[in-house]
């Protein structure tokens, strides 16, 4: 069986429930967020900007999903 990968753009409140959700399935998790601090554990956290098109390209080159979470409603 293969491992999904699964990107969340975002780290709040709403990054942080689709990642949740997606680490009980069994997926592999990398969130973004603009300091690189992991706020989940088990998730892969990567530093940077999400307006930079170079950087949301590589994070996201080898994801089967990425989620868009930043600036959610609450």
Do not use: Q
């Amino acid at each position: 069986m293969t491992t999904e990968t699964h990107v969340v753009f975002g780290t709040g409140p709403a990054g942080t429930a689709v990642a949740d959700a997606l680490l009980s399935r069994g997926a592999h998790v990398r969130m973004v967020n603009r300091s690189g601090t992991p706020t989940l554990p088990g998730v892969e956290t990567v530093g940077g900007d999400a307006t930079d098109k170079g950087l949301a390209c590589e994070v996201a080159a080898d994801a089967d999903t990425v989620y868009f979470c930043l600036d959610a409603p609450h």
